[in-house]
């Protein structure tokens, strides 16, 4: 089963963010962050942590340390790769980018085959010490922890580029 932990504030904002994520994962149980019980990450194979509204930044404020005990593959997507940074200990920069952009990659990785664009919007970048598998110009887009298989991207995969979100569900991370 593959978890998806919503950080939408409001659930008219899970329509935008959640769904997309449903109908690309067959075997998936939705969870939102303020209801996750660890019998939700014991049963998961792999998580996914959804973006959220723009405007919307009462996710930071929760716990979501467990990340960094995990051994199991993740992905954060925009919301879901700052709390993913939070976790790390990473810096969350304050940036905006709304727009398709291009995006180079840099690292051959599970997730990617190529450059491509992608969908941004996100108030925040990431700094800090972690493996970058694509970029935007000069920013980190698609980045990986130096060890353990937590992926996070600041871009919107589930609008253009839902082949990172199937190439991960199917990935044999080892």
Known sequence: MILIISACKEPLSE??????LKALVSNSKVVHYTQLQAKDL???EKIIISGTALADFDYLQADFSWISKLNKPILGICAGAQVIAKAFGWELVDE???D??????????LLVKGDFNAYFLHTKR????FTTLAKSG??????????KH????IFHPEVLNQEIIT???????K
Do not use: S
């Not at 398709?100 to 990785?109: S, T």
């Open 96 to 98: 905006t980018h709304i």
């Open 42 to 44: 014991a049963l998961a």
């Open 138 to 147: 000069e920013t980190p887009a698609l980045i990986k922890h130096n060890v």
């Open 100 to 109: 398709v952009k291009p995006v180079h990659m840099v690292k051959l990785n």
């Open 167 to 173: 190439l991960f569900i199917h990935a044999k991370h």
């Open 150 to 153: 937590a992926y996070a991207c």
């Open 15 to 20: 329509l935008e963010f959640i769904e997309p």
């Open 126 to 129: 990431i700094r800090g010490d």
